[in-house]
């Protein structure tokens, strides 16, 4: 069941209560887990804990899971200095192709790819 949850991205419904109450917003950098110490420094560079949290993010629709930190962060930082309608728009959207296809999740989402894997998201975050 878990399995199920996990691949369809159904577990993330809870934080739906967050966007509601305010402490969230639909689309944003994901929120850092609180362990999550060399995630939150590599943000801090280029401003992606300055703003709202997301439910989804330009880091999860390139590469979700299987990004390795330091191109998470970036790609976070990329979403914030892009910030506008038309981006939010371009997640949201991207993000149910990459739920309904199942890209880029990774059970324990170690975040531990190959340099090709890295290389080919680097080029298509551009």
Known sequence: ???????????ELPQIWNIFVGQMSII???????NQYDLIA???KYGANNVP??????????????????VKAKLDGEYVE????RMDVKCFFGTI??????DGVVEGG???????????TKNQAK
């Open 1 to 11: 069941m878990g399995n199920f949850l996990r691949k369809t991205s159904l577990d």
């Open 28 to 34: 944003g950098p994901r929120p850092a887990l609180w």
């Open 42 to 44: 590599e943000r801090d």
């Open 53 to 70: 949290p997301g439910l989804t993010g330009w880091a999860q629709i390139n590469g979700r899971d299987e990004l390795p930190i330091e």
């Open 82 to 85: 892009r910030i506008s309608l």
């Open 97 to 102: 192709v990459s739920v309904v296809k199942s």
């Open 110 to 120: 170690t975040g531990r790819t190959t340099k090709k894997d890295v290389a080919a």
